[in-house]
């Protein structure tokens, strides 16, 4: 039986399940700063999820670029050791995208690729997109959702499909009530994802709220992978339920949510089952806009709800940003005894101005 202790104060539920013991090896350059520079981007704002597609792998990101700051989601194809092998696609647009979304720092929405998911069945790839809306173009005093695009021809074209989570705080409310005094109350991070007996389980940062403080947590709604599949093919959405009070029975567009972890660097993470522990894995940063080191973090699951305590898999005063977990294997969604963690690099800063010299590094990560 699940034993979950309320921390009154943050809404934060602690959980009983056991740690993992594990070795992290020597971190590993992938892209250095200098040839970041070569290839025209002033920096990177996303992290480098991958599917492997008929034995190619492709790898998404949204990069800035010199000289302009012009923003885009860019496809590579590469192997483990050198993703940029290839730039395929540099400037990948989201067809039919909300209709506020307008470019880079401009009022509006901006659309990011936080994490990929390949059907093997109809061969289409889904983006779980994070989006922003910007009131008065303010970066930092932000509405955030999540919705997903569909690719059809390997990832050369996106399409809308649908917004499938917004937080339990209204927007109304956030922008006449928290808007300006709590910048960024509501980002809900990037959708890191397991499937668990034919569901997709998505995991994001929730934001409710009570008349003077806005409470966050580490969330979770979920959706048939069918359906969501199948309606993505026509460019639609489906219902996607949120965990609330033991059940999946909240609308993931608004809807309540039960926190099953204290919600650890915005949620700016990725998850996979691993098969060697026969659990499910959660990785995400710490550290940024609120510490004084940075750190990646891995926590694991039995059933996708009980999770363990954040571990560290890396820490130093430095920034890690934006994990991914890599398999070694064919299918990235399923891990062994050992995996990567590709992440963005600051040795700079633990929050470095966007030109600082960040580059991509990963990590080996074995399970004993």
């Known amino acids: 039986m699940r034993c979950f202790l309320p921390l009154l104060l943050t809404g934060t539920l602690v959980t009983s399940a056991p740690a993992i013991t594990f070795k992290a090896g020597q971190p590993e350059t992938i892209l250095s700063h200098e040839r970041q520079q070569e290839l025209g981007i002033a920096f990177i ?13 492709k790898w ?7 000289p302009n700051n012009d923003e885009g989601q860019v496809m590579l194809e590469g192997p483990l050791e ?12 989201i067809e039919g995208a909300p209709e506020e979304r307008v470019e880079f720092n401009r009022p509006g929405n901006g659309c990011w690729i936080g994490n990929v998911y390949l059907d093997p069945h109809y061969n289409l790839i889904l983006a779980f997109v994070h989006l922003e809306y ?17 690719s059809q021809d390997g ?6 499909c649908g917004y499938i989570i917004t937080p339990d705080l209204p927007f109304e409310r956030w922008l006449n009530h928290w808007y300006p005094e709590a ?32 409470i966050g947590g580490m969330a979770c709604a979920r959706a048939p992978v069918e359906e969501v599949v199948r309606a993505a093919r026509d460019h639609k959405v489906t219902s996607w339920k ?50 004084d080191t940075g750190a990646l973090l891995i926590s694991f699951s039995q059933d996708g709800l009980d999770w363990s305590p954040w571990q560290d898999v890396l820490r130093d005063e430095h920034l890690h940003d934006y994990p991914v ?44």
Request: hydrophobic share 30%; proline share 5%; net charge neutral.
């Open 60 to 66: 998404f990101l949204t990069r800035h670029d010199y």
């Open 183 to 214: 910048p960024g109350t509501t980002n809900v991070g990037w959708v890191s994802y397991i499937i668990r007996d034919g569901y997709f389980y998505a995991y994001y940062r929730d934001t409710g709220d009570r008349p003077d403080q806005a």
């Open 242 to 291: 949120k965990y609330y009070n033991g059940e999946f029975g909240e609308d993931g567009l608004g809807g309540k949510f039960t926190s099953l972890a204290e919600p650890r660097g915005l949620m700016h993470g990725d998850a996979a089952w691993n098969e060697y522990l026969g659990r499910y894995m959660l990785v995400v940063r710490d550290g940024k806009h609120s510490e």
């Open 325 to 368: 977990i890599i398999s070694n294997g064919p299918d990235n969604e399923v891990t062994g005894k050992d995996f990567w963690i590709y992440y963005k690099y600051d040795p700079d800063d633990r929050m470095p101005e966007k030109y600082g010299t960040m580059r991509l590094d990963r990590v080996k990560v074995t399970l004993d």
């Open 155 to 160: 990832g050369d074209t996106f399409q809308w």
């Open 82 to 93: 050198d993703p940029f092998a290839k730039v395929v696609r540099k400037d990948i647009r």
């Open 45 to 57: 704002d996303t992290g480098l999820p991958m599917v492997n597609m008929r034995g190619q792998r």
């Open 134 to 150: 910007w009131p008065h173009g303010m970066a930092r005093k932000k509405y955030c959702r999540m919705g997903l695009a569909v």
